[in-house]
């Protein structure tokens, strides 16, 4: 099992442009959850899903989007890139109680 | 409203030694669940230990425990023995909602030292 996987790994962006981050979990698990860690702070919620079809707003939603069009893929898309959306993005998916993390996007918008 | 709240920002402590860090949480749900989390500095997010608020029994997993103290509504980990790997940011979090998302605190940095 390759677990949770996001691409790419780094990317900058300019002001302004669009990207879709990607991940893909292999667990078959229903939940997904799309988090961003600022500099010296804990993970903050942008965006979840329990199953295909079904997404909802976390904390931080505002810039973001996302869809699930099946269970193994749950890309975050972010329009017009702003400086404060410099980040790094983790996505993970849960079964029960434990949670599995990808390994991080680390994005800055200059 | 969720909250945690990690005071700690900063630990230090020798190697071989225990290190207790800590977690205070709020909530008004009967039904929540609380973990840590290691971040080292590579970035990845590591989980280290699980508690149910239903859980009798402190949770422990090989060199952790938690210490849960629901009434004061803390989740302190506690490392035994500690190594030079253990160097790392630890997050507590809490599960919330019905999509078992996490509300995490802001962590606390651990440096082992020989």
């Known amino acids: ?110 | 409203a969720q909250k945690i709240t990690q005071t700690q920002p900063g630990m230090f402590v020798q190697e071989k030694e225990a290190v207790t860090l800590d977690c205070t949480y709020d909530t008004s749900d009967q039904s929540y669940g609380l973990f840590w989390y290691k971040q080292p500095s590579s970035g990845e997010m590591i989980f280290l230990i699980y508690q149910g608020s239903y859980d009798e029994q402190n949770a422990t997993e090989g060199r952790y425990s938690l210490n849960f103290q629901k009434a004061r509504k803390s989740a302190n980990l506690v490392i035994s023995a500690s190594q030079l790997g253990d160097s790392a940011m630890y997050f507590c979090a809490m599960r919330v909602g019905s999509g078992y998302a996490l509300n995490f605190g802001k962590g606390t940095s651990l440096l082992v030292t020989p």
């Open chain 1, 1 to 110: 099992n390759a677990g949770v996987t996001q691409t790419p790994k780094f990317r900058i962006l300019k002001i302004g442009q669009s990207m879709t981050l990607q991940c893909t979990q292999d667990m078959n698990h229903n939940y997904m959850y799309w988090y961003r860690q600022d500099p010296g702070m804990g993970l903050k919620l942008i965006y979840y899903s329990v199953g295909a079809g079904i997404t909802d707003k976390g904390e931080v939603p505002n810039g973001y989007n996302v869809s699930r069009s099946t269970t193994e893929d749950f890309p975050l898309r972010l329009e017009l890139a702003a400086p404060s959306q410099t980040s790094v993005y983790f996505c993970a998916s849960s079964y029960l109680n434990e949670q599995f993390f990808g390994p991080g996007t680390r994005l800055t918008v200059l």
